[in-house]
């Protein structure tokens, strides 16, 4: 088993959508969670931390439930800009990086 | 601005051959890392650093040295290419100390070997 596995996308949604990207990770040692933005043939850049309280930065939310060791990505009013693919990140001892899940916004 | 820089950007190598990719970092960055990855894959870690003369293996350390002699620079050593290691290489770095905060990427060296 992957230590973090996310949706296998890739995921098309219109302009304007509300789309969520599910994360899972094996680790229980994991002591903080990410989620970062990787555009074609660029480098991976943060999005956001992921808190046990949840957490929201504009159209975006994210979640994270220990318990379950799941942890969520909440899009509202998807942008074409936000076509990219989105990688679930933990950290225990190193950071560990999920395969992604390809977004593509339609006009 | 610089941030984290790579180089060279693109290389094509015939199997057997070696070279070195650069990484380097004007951040003051303790924790410094090589990623590889491969299409439609996620990154796997090669080797990482915690500080100057530290080094240590991630996943998947095999045809890979590494070195770090400096707090800036970590640059990554392939010996004896094979077509396995065609991939494109990210070098990250971030703060380390009070927990992880975030890591800072180059903007990658696309490795073909033939």
């Known amino acids: 088993r992957k230590e973090v596995e996310q949706d296998p996308g890739p995921f098309n949604v219109p302009e304007g959508a509300t789309v969520a990207f599910n994360c899972t990770y094996s680790?229980?040692?994991?002591?903080?969670f990410f989620w970062y933005r990787q555009d074609c043939r660029k480098e991976p850049k943060l999005l956001m931390s992921?808190?046990?309280s949840g957490n929201e930065d504009g159209r975006f939310t994210a979640q994270l439930n220990r318990a379950s060791q799941y942890i969520s990505l909440l899009i509202r009013d998807s942008k074409l800009s936000d076509s990219a693919t989105y990688l679930c990140?933990?950290?225990?001892?190193?950071?560990?990086f999920g395969p992604g899940t390809r977004l593509s916004v339609l006009p | 601005n610089a941030g984290v820089t790579q180089t060279p950007k693109f290389r094509i190598l015939k199997i057997g051959q070696s070279m070195t990719l650069q990484c380097t970092q004007d951040m003051n960055h303790n924790y410094m890392y090589w990623y590889r990855q491969d299409p439609g894959m996620g990154l796997k870690l090669i080797y990482y650093?915690?500080?100057?003369?530290?080094?240590d293996k991630g996943e998947v350390p095999n045809g890979y040295n590494v070195s770090r002699s400096t707090t800036e620079d970590f640059p990554l050593r392939l010996e004896l290419a094979a077509p396995s290691q065609t991939s494109v290489y990210f070098c990250?770095?971030?703060?380390?100390?009070?927990?992880?905060?975030?890591?800072?990427f180059g903007e990658g060296s696309r490795l073909t070997v033939l």
């Open positions: 650093s915690v500080g100057a003369g530290i080094t």
């Open positions: 990250a770095s971030t703060k380390g100390g009070d927990g992880p905060g975030e890591l800072f």
């Open positions: 992921v808190y046990s």
């Open positions: 680790n229980s040692a994991s002591q903080s």
């Open positions: 990140v933990t950290n225990g001892q190193n950071f560990v």
